[in-house]
């Protein structure tokens, strides 16, 4: 996933998850298990004292972040607007709330 559109979804502090959670074994939302098919995977994060961790997340908290997200970068994004197609952070979301929806 394009570190961009990360960085626009609301994670939570590293330092305020459970292992299971940091290592991506439950969602960093709403801590339900995952498995690697209900699974989405956010990117390797950095944390504040350096150590890296590996959020996931299942779909159903993914998709209104992930469509908040592509909301707010689509009202304030001049290519998104003509089309989204050649931005790569609307691409990235809107293949993003798809994965979601799945």
């Given at each position: 996933m394009s570190t961009a559109v990360v960085d626009l979804l609301p994670l939570p502090p590293r330092?305020?998850?459970?292992?299971e959670q940091a290592r991506g074994a439950a969602?960093?939302?709403d801590a339900?298990?995952?498995?690697?098919?209900t699974a989405i995977d956010l990117g390797e994060?950095?944390?504040?004292?350096?150590?890296?961790?590996f959020p996931?997340?299942?779909?159903?908290?993914t998709l209104?972040?992930?469509?908040?997200?592509l909301q707010l970068h689509s009202g304030a994004c001049e290519q998104c607007v003509d089309d989204y197609t050649q931005c790569p952070?609307?691409?990235?979301?809107?293949?993003l709330v798809r994965e979601a929806r799945r």
């Open positions: 330092d305020g998850l459970t292992e969602c960093i939302w339900t298990p995952l498995t690697t098919t994060q950095q944390a504040a004292d350096g150590t890296h961790w996931r997340a299942c779909r159903p908290c209104p972040r992930a469509m908040q997200a952070t609307g691409l990235a979301l809107v293949r």
